[in-house]
């Protein structure tokens, strides 16, 4: 998969999901290499596609309604998330 896969993965996952997410528990359930988990989440939050809770010296990510959404995500992408995570849309 490529880096813009793993964004786009990452990023609906963690919308549709909700929560706060390691690093960790991300790579387990999206199947994504940990190392690629951590590199693309630091940019996300650089980016602000994802926000960035610091704790306990282990970083937590979250998807919130100030996050932009990643470089080629596509409507249907985005709407079907967001009714699977039982929004309105």
């Known amino acids: 998969m490529n880096e813009t896969g ?3 993965k990452m990023w ?11 690093y960790a528990e991300l790579a387990m359930d ?6 690629s ?12 596609a ?3 809770h ?3 010296d282990k970083p937590t990510f979250s998807v919130t309604q100030s996050c932009v959404a990643p470089k080629g995500l596509t409507i249907r992408e985005l709407v079907t998330a967001l ?3 039982g929004e309105a849309v």
């Open 50 to 52: 994802v926000i960035k």
């Open 30 to 35: 999206t199947g994504i290499e940990r190392h």
């Open 6 to 8: 793993a964004v786009k």
């Open 12 to 22: 609906l996952h963690m919308l549709t999901e909700g929560g706060r997410w390691n």
């Open 83 to 85: 009714r699977k995570a």
């Open 37 to 48: 988990i951590r590199t693309n989440l630091h940019n996300m939050a650089e980016y602000g």
């Open 54 to 56: 610091e704790a306990d």
